[in-house]
């Protein structure tokens, strides 16, 4: 079996939600809070499967939670070789849609470039009203897009959908 971490940084708790019904629906999983539970890169080193979860502020940026690990990853480059990443993150399309969810974009970009298979996840771009998006390649998402201030009602559908789309590209049982 695989042994999935879900590492999340959420300043509202729209991410942070989304993780928690994430843990539910991976059987097993481990949720690491990236302010209260992550301490070094170490801990990534324990999964085979992660989940990587952002709001996104500012000019497209992650969470802030994730800056300082971020910083890490840059500097000392460490080997994510085998592992498979999939990326969920919180948004407002509506307000901030000249950067909806362009977090994950730049997470993948990291995380590819540190050898890790981030095909996992896209997510279709359909359904959702926006100006913008770091993370739309090829008419999709990079990962999951969520917005719980202007699509709320979608949310726990989109969560169970993309689960069992994640669980079929990675083949976990």
């Not at 969920?88 to 995380?111: C, V």
């Amino acid at each position: 079996m695989a042994n999935v971490g879900i590492f999340v940084g959420s300043s509202s708790g729209i991410t942070h939600a989304a993780a928690e019904q994430l843990e539910e629906l991976f059987d097993g999983a481990e949720l690491i809070n990236m302010e209260e539970d992550y301490d070094d890169l170490d801990q990534f080193e324990s999964f085979d499967i992660l989940l990587i979860g952002s709001s996104t502020w500012g000019q497209g940026d992650p969470q802030r939670d994730w800056v300082d690990p971020l910083y890490e990853m840059d500097n000392e480059e460490p080997d994510f070789s085998g592992k498979k990443v999939a990326f969920f993150g919180a948004g407002d399309q509506d307000t901030h849609g000249e950067h909806f969810i362009s977090a994950l974009k730049k997470m993948k970009d990291i995380f590819s470039r540190l050898g890790a298979d981030t095909n996992y996840g896209t997510w279709p771009t359909e359904g959702y009203n926006y100006t913008f998006s770091l993370a739309e390649e090829e008419g999709k998402f990079c990962g999951l897009a969520i917005d719980d201030v202007n699509q709320a009602e979608l949310t726990a559908q989109r969560l169970t959908t993309w689960a069992e789309q994640v669980k079929n590209e990675m083949a976990i049982q």
